[in-house]
């Protein structure tokens, strides 16, 4: 199993830097938005966003789906910097920590994703039985969610503690 995780961190991790890439050069022309400084209710909000969304891409992962609202966050992230009038080094030089742990659960929701289709045609073609299709199940809803979850909160308060004060702190460079 370890051979096929290294696979599908390959692959996503190849995916990840083209979508990436594919942002960053994106068309958009650079905005002039400034940076308003976050407080604490800004990382629960930003939190509890980022988690109905990572929760809505396990929900839809379960069809197969999940990837392509990973890459378009991705995608995302990459074009991040067009929203600002800062240099991009400056924008990806505050904001890699808390975008890293992002990634990080975009990774794992992948993999979970893979592993749940991997899963279900086993199961379909009767190569594993109903109790280790409802093991691997169990395991994503007691340790994965929860997991995933620890992740972004860190990245939630990271993102305003951290990566806001950065981010003034070079727009007003």
Not at 68 to 97: C, D, E, Q, R
Not at 130 to 141: I, R
Request: net charge positive.
């Amino acid at each position: 199993m370890r051979c096929y995780r290294k696979s599908i961190v390959v692959v996503f991790s190849l995916l990840s830097l083209l979508f990436f890439f594919m942002g960053f050069y994106s068309s958009e022309e650079p905005a002039n938005h400034s940076i308003n400084k976050l407080i604490f209710i800004d990382a629960i909000t930003i939190f509890l966003l980022n988690s109905a969304n990572v929760l809505v891409w396990f929900i839809i992962s379960l069809m197969g789906v999940s990837p392509i609202l990973i890459l378009k966050s991705i995608f995302g992230m990459g074009a991040g910097w067009h929203a600002l009038s800062i240099s991009p080094f400056m924008y990806y030089g505050s904001s890699f920590v808390h975008g890293f742990l992002e990634w990080l659960v975009c990774l794992l929701v992948f993999i979970f994703t893979v592993e749940h289709l991997a899963h279900l045609i086993s199961y379909i073609r009767k190569k594993i039985t109903y109790e280790q299709l409802k093991q691997f199940y169990w395991k994503t809803v007691k340790k994965t969610i929860p997991a995933v979850l620890l992740i972004l909160l860190a990245a939630a308060f990271i993102e305003v503690y951290v990566s806001n004060r950065l981010l003034i702190y070079f727009q007003s460079l």
